[in-house]
């Protein structure tokens, strides 16, 4: 069984931070990439970053200087650190992996960015 708990979201101004964190199982996270995507209201859900078991990442554009995917191996937990947020970061946030080519998701934790 697939399960990924996601905290950490919240209210912050623009130009703050926030962190998230995704708590998975060992086997999960030692095996397979895990990554952030977030979905807008009336918006489709988008990849923003990932993270390989390896350490390799990989950002979108739009977040590339802001945020910063790490892994705690001690801890089965991936973080994805948020700065110089601003207003249109405002998503529910979701961790995701893919295991044997189906994707799996958190519960999803809502960040919102106030102007």
């Known amino acids: 069984q697939v399960q990924l708990v996601e905290s950490g979201g919240g209210l912050v101004q623009a130009g703050g931070s926030l962190r998230l964190s995704c708590v998975t199982s060992?086997?999960?996270?030692?095996?397979?990439?895990m990554g952030w995507c977030r979905q807008a209201p009336g918006m489709q859900r988008d990849m923003v970053a990932s993270?390989?078991?390896?350490?390799?990442?990989f950002y979108t554009d739009s977040v590339k200087g802001r945020f910063t995917i790490s892994r705690d191996n001690t801890k089965n937990t991936v973080y994805l650190q948020m700065n110089s947020l601003r207003p249109e970061d405002t998503a529910v946030y979701y961790c995701?992996?893919?295991?044997?080519?189906?994707?799996?998701w958190g519960q999803g934790t809502q960040v919102t960015v106030s102007s």
């Open positions: 995701r992996v893919e295991v044997m080519g189906r994707p799996y």
């Open positions: 993270i390989s078991p390896d350490g390799g990442s």
């Open positions: 060992a086997w999960i996270f030692r095996t397979v990439p």
